[in-house]
């Protein structure tokens, strides 16, 4: 953590600063736009997600000698490119479209892609803000969540 941030949070801890104020200061130190508070006395809102993480890790069991070894899978998504593949989906033909819902409806995912839109992203990215997503089977550990 670099000193600027830490003075930040030395400060909110010691009572001299809010916490709408040190998001602000927060949000400024890292470059990052800044979403006002809620006037209703929520948390501070924070910035647009920049990244969707997705981190996997698992035992993998080798075919040869049956043994499990480590696994481990790191992504990270620029929003800006799942935008762009939104945009993208309006350009796909109603036919290849058509075999591409039906393809993922066979595996269990219901998307139409015709009704893709920015907005629902937004919205999407919005409610990610909050989410973090872990599963733990015993097996691997998935965890999903935005970054900034």
Known sequence: MNDNKKRILEMLAAGKISVDEAARLMTAVEGAPFVSAVSSGEAAARPTPRYLRVLVDGL???KHDGDRHPEKVNIRVPVALIRAGIKL???IPREAAEQVDKALAEKGVNVNLKNLKEEDLTELLDALTDLVIEVDDGK??????AEY
């Open 60 to 62: 993998n069991q080798d």
């Open 89 to 91: 989906t309006s350009l």
């Open 140 to 145: 691997s550990h998935v965890r999903v969540r």
